[in-house]
C-alpha cells in the first residue's frame, strides 16, 4: 500500500512538472491573422512580369556540349528586358546557362551574402490543369504555370527585389550574389560548377538561402494555430539502390510456387511492412518541435514541451503516419520503378525493381544501404547502389544570422510561428555548405497548402501579392543586413 501511494505522488509531481512546462512554453498572446495591403498596380505590373518567366518552357537540360539551351536563351533575355538596372549595374557571369550576378556592396571586406534558385522546372502534361501549364494565366489574383511555386519564384521575387533597391538608389552594406542553374530538378552539376568557380575566387558566405520551405497557411488545421515560417536548416541523403531477382525464367504456363517477380514482391512487402531502419528523436527533430511547441493546443504542448519525458513516444507515433510528418524521424524508402519481361507470356529470368531512399539522421548513408541488403539477402537479390550521397550538414539555429532572419519573417510576417526543419527532399543548397555554415532553404512566400502540394503536380500556382511579400521580405531583409568583416 505504501508503494503504491509513492508510485502516485511521484504519478502527480511528474504530471504537475509536465504542465509547468507546457505552460512555459505556452504562445502567450496570439497573433491576429494578417492581412496584407499592396497596391493593385504593382500586383498587375508583378502578374505581367512573372507571367512571361513562366511561359518560357526551360526544361532540366543534360549537362552535355550539345543540351539545348535555346529556351534559357529566351529566358535570360526577358530577365534582363525586365530587370534592366539589375543587368546594367550587376556583375553577370554566365556559364554553361547557369547565371550569377554579383552586387557590389559599400565594404569589400565584410563577407558577401547568397540568394539562390533555379531557371529549369520539370514537365507537364496539360491534362487535369485548370489552366495550362506554361500559360501564366493570371486570374482573382492568382497566377498559374510550372514554377511558379517551382522555383521561378525565387529569381522573380529576388530580382524584384534588387531592381526596386536599385531604384532607391540603394547600395548593400556587402557583397550580395544571385545564382540560378539550369538543372536542379535531375540534380545535375549546374550549382556545383558554380561553386567551384566560387571558390577559385577565394570567395566564402556569411549565409545562402535557397528554395525549400515557406510561409505555410495552416499546414495542421485544427493542431496548429497560425501560419508556420518553415526554413530548411538541413536536408536528407539520397540513393538510389537497384534490386534484382536472378534465376530461371520460363514459359507463363508453367509457373513455380515461387517465380523472380514473387520474389520481388515479397521482398518489396517486407519493406514496406517491416521498416528496417533506425528512427529516434535527432536534435534536429528535437528543435524543431520545441521551436512548434508555443503555437499548439495545450494538450498537445503538454507532450511537445516534455521530450524529455515523451520523446520516444512522439516519434513512434508520429513516424508510423508516413507522409511529410513521418519522414523527418529517420531514412525513407520508396520503390519507384519496376521492369520485369518484354513479352506477356515469358517469366523473365532477371526482373528488377529500383528504390529511392531518403537518409535520416539517425544513420549514416552506409547503414541504411546495410539495413536494406540484410533484408535482400533473405531474398537473395542482387544489389546496386548509384546516386548516392549523405544528408547535408546541419545549420545551426542559435547563431546571429539566423535570428536576424527570424527576425525579419517575423516583421513581414508577425502572425507567423518561425520553426527550423528537415527537408525530405533536395535542393542544390547542398552544395554550398562548403561555402558556408549557415546554409538556409526557405522562399519567403505565403502559401496554401495546395500551393506548396502542387510543386511538380497539377495546378502549380502562387497569389501575386504573395509573391509581392516575398519581395517585401526581401527588400527588408537586405536594407538591414550587415555582415561582419571576412576574418578569412
Not at 531557371?119 to 495550362?132: L, R, T
Not at 521551436?291 to 507515433?317: C, D, E, H, M, Q
Request: charge should be negative; aromatic fraction near 10%; charged fraction near 20%.
Amino acid at each position: 500500500m505504501i508503494i503504491l501511494w509513492i508510485v502516485l505522488g511521484m504519478v502527480c509531481v511528474l504530471t504537475a512538472v509536465c504542465a509547468v512546462c507546457a505552460v512555459k512554453a505556452g504562445p502567450g498572446a496570439v497573433p491576429a491573422e494578417q492581412i496584407y495591403q499592396c497596391d493593385q498596380e504593382r500586383l498587375d505590373s508583378y502578374a505581367r512580369k512573372f507571367g512571361d518567366l513562366i511561359r518560357i518552357e526551360t526544361l532540366s537540360q543534360p549537362d552535355e556540349p550539345d543540351a539545348d539551351l535555346s529556351a534559357f536563351r529566351r529566358y535570360q533575355e526577358k530577365v534582363d528586358e525586365l530587370f534592366p538596372l539589375v543587368h546594367a549595374k550587376l556583375e553577370k557571369t554566365e556559364r554553361n546557362g547557369v547565371l550569377l550576378y554579383r552586387w557590389k556592396g559599400e565594404n569589400p571586406s565584410a563577407k558577401p551574402i547568397l540568394f539562390m534558385g533555379h531557371q529549369d522546372v520539370v514537365p507537364a502534361s496539360p491534362e487535369g490543369w485548370s489552366h495550362g501549364p506554361f500559360s501564366g494565366d493570371y486570374e482573382n489574383g492568382i497566377l498559374w504555370g510550372r514554377g511558379t511555386v517551382d522555383d521561378k519564384c525565387n529569381l522573380f521575387t529576388q530580382l524584384s527585389a534588387a531592381e526596386e533597391l536599385l531604384e532607391e538608389g540603394f547600395t548593400p552594406g556587402q557583397d550580395i550574389w544571385f545564382q540560378y542553374s539550369i538543372n536542379e530538378e535531375p540534380s545535375g552539376p549546374g550549382a556545383a560548377h558554380s561553386v567551384q568557380y566560387l571558390k577559385e575566387q577565394g570567395i566564402r558566405f556569411d549565409f545562402v538561402m535557397d528554395e525549400g520551405g515557406a510561409v505555410l497557411e495552416h499546414p495542421l488545421k485544427g493542431v496548429v494555430d497560425r501560419p508556420l515560417a518553415a526554413v530548411g536548416v538541413t536536408e536528407k541523403g539520397y540513393a538510389n539502390i537497384r534490386f534484382t531477382s536472378r534465376g530461371h525464367g520460363g514459359h507463363a504456363a508453367t509457373p513455380g510456387p515461387v517465380t523472380n517477380v514473387t520474389n520481388l514482391c515479397a521482398f518489396v512487402t517486407d519493406v514496406n511492412r517491416h521498416n528496417p531502419f533506425k528512427r529516434k528523436l535527432t536534435p534536429e527533430c528535437r528543435q524543431m518541435i520545441e521551436a512548434l511547441s508555443p503555437a499548439v493546443p495545450f494538450y498537445l504542448r503538454f507532450f511537445t514541451a516534455n521530450l524529455w519525458l515523451f520523446g520516444g513516444l512522439l516519434v513512434k507515433i508520429l513516424a508510423s503516419k508516413g507522409g511529410q510528418v513521418g519522414a523527418i524521424f529517420g531514412t525513407t524508402c520508396a520503390f519507384t520503378m519496376m521492369q520485369g519481361s518484354d513479352a506477356e507470356n515469358v517469366m523473365p529470368a532477371a526482373p528488377y525493381v529500383i528504390a529511392n531512399i531518403r537518409i535520416g539522421f539517425c544513420e549514416k548513408l552506409q547503414d541504411s544501404i546495410e539495413a536494406l541488403r540484410k533484408v535482400a539477402d533473405r531474398y537473395h537479390l542482387d544489389m546496386e547502389v548509384y546516386s548516392a550521397r549523405e544528408a547535408s550538414p546541419v545549420t545551426p539555429a542559435d547563431t546571429e544570422q539566423f535570428r536576424y532572419l527570424a527576425s525579419v519573417i517575423r516583421k513581414v510576417y508577425p502572425d507567423a510561428a518561425v520553426i527550423p526543419y528537415v527537408m525530405t527532399g533536395g535542393t542544390d543548397c547542398r552544395h554550398f555548405a562548403e561555402l558556408s555554415e549557415n546554409c538556409w532553404r526557405f522562399f519567403p512566400g505565403r502559401l496554401t497548402v495546395q500551393q506548396m502540394g502542387s510543386c511538380h503536380g497539377i495546378d502549380e500556382n502562387i497569389a501575386i501579392d504573395a509573391a509581392a511579400q516575398a519581395v517585401d521580405f526581401y527588400k527588408t531583409f537586405i536594407r538591414g543586413y550587415h555582415a561582419e568583416a571576412d576574418a578569412d
